[in-house]
């Protein structure tokens, strides 16, 4: 399944030029055009990153980041602020509020989508720490992740490439290690995506933390 992004803005052009470029970039898109609306999408769909501008009716973005970072689920969704407010003092009001990322508009669609994968990259890092920090022994981790990995056909070279991946490390650093062409190993992420049924790398560190993958 494809990463969620809502994006909320009360300009119907921000939002339909956004949500169509970022659906050809491969996410699935939410909009909402208040800040109130954002908020309850926020509750009921739990997307993977918000974009939002400041100057909403109900509810501006402001308030909107600081009633997302009082819920102990959102604190680390990634906050991306596409505003026209770009005094220095805006942008730092935009920092204390939550956001991770103040973009100032008008903004290029190439720069914004960059900046999305860099978040999402990021806290997928951090879910992977996260989930290290709490697995199961080592023999009750090894077991299940074996079992998950025959039922999806994994040989012992993908679940090697895929033990590096999770480290957060590059096709040519991964064929570095495993002494094979960087072209190899794209090869081998290819045959991994196709397996788990995902689309991209985000979603396959995603896909092996949710099925004990990691061992």
Same mark, same amino acid.
């Given at each position: 399944m494809?990463?969620?992004i809502?994006?909320? =803005? =009360?300009?119907? &052009?921000?939002?339909?030029?956004?949500?169509?470029?970022?659906?050809?970039?491969? /996410?699935?898109?939410?909009?909402?055009?208040? *800040?109130?609306?954002a908020?309850?999408?926020?509750?009921?769909?739990?997307?993977?990153?918000?974009?939002? =501008?400041?100057?909403?009716?109900?509810?501006? *973005? /402001?308030?909107?980041?600081?009633?997302?970072? !009082?819920?102990? %689920?959102?604190?680390?969704?990634?906050?991306?602020?596409?505003?026209?407010?770009?005094?220095?003092?805006?942008?730092?009001? &935009?920092?204390?509020? *939550?956001?991770?990322?103040?973009?100032? #508009?008008?903004?290029?669609?190439?720069?914004?989508?960059?900046?999305?994968?860099?978040?999402?990259?990021?806290?997928?890092?951090?879910?992977?720490?996260?989930?290290?920090? @709490?697995?199961?022994?080592?023999?009750?981790?090894?077991?299940?992740?074996?079992?998950?990995?025959?039922?999806?056909?994994?040989?012992? !070279?993908?679940?090697?490439?895929?033990?590096?991946?999770? =480290?957060?490390?590059?096709?040519?650093?991964?064929?570095?290690?495993l002494?094979?062409?960087?072209?190899?190993?794209? #090869? /081998?992420?290819?045959?991994?995506?196709?397996?788990?049924?995902? @689309?991209?790398? %985000?979603?396959?560190v995603?896909? %092996?933390?949710?099925? @004990?993958?990691?061992?």
């Amino acid at each position: 399944m494809p990463l969620t992004i809502l994006v909320a =803005d =009360d300009e119907p &052009g921000i939002r339909l030029s956004v949500s169509d470029y970022l659906q050809l970039a491969g /996410y699935s898109v939410l909009t909402a055009e208040t *800040g109130k609306a954002a908020l309850e999408i926020i509750n009921a769909y739990q997307p993977h990153l918000l974009v939002t =501008d400041i100057t909403m009716p109900e509810m501006d *973005g /402001y308030d909107l980041v600081r009633q997302v970072r !009082r819920q102990p %689920a959102f604190r680390l969704l990634p906050v991306v602020f596409l505003t026209a407010r770009t005094q220095t003092q805006e942008r730092i009001r &935009g920092y204390q509020a *939550g956001c991770d990322v103040y973009l100032p #508009k008008p903004f290029e669609l190439d720069e914004l989508v960059a900046v999305i994968r860099n978040l999402l990259d990021r806290v997928q890092i951090l879910q992977t720490e996260q989930f290290r920090n @709490h697995l199961q022994p080592d023999e009750q981790r090894g077991q299940r992740a074996a079992i998950v990995s025959q039922q999806l056909g994994l040989t012992a !070279r993908e679940q090697s490439v895929l033990a590096l991946l999770l =480290d957060g490390l590059s096709n040519a650093q991964i064929g570095d290690r495993l002494h094979l062409s960087a072209r190899t190993i794209e #090869k /081998y992420v290819s045959s991994l995506l196709q397996k788990t049924a995902v @689309h991209n790398r %985000a979603e396959l560190v995603r896909f %092996a933390i949710e099925h @004990h993958l990691l061992t």
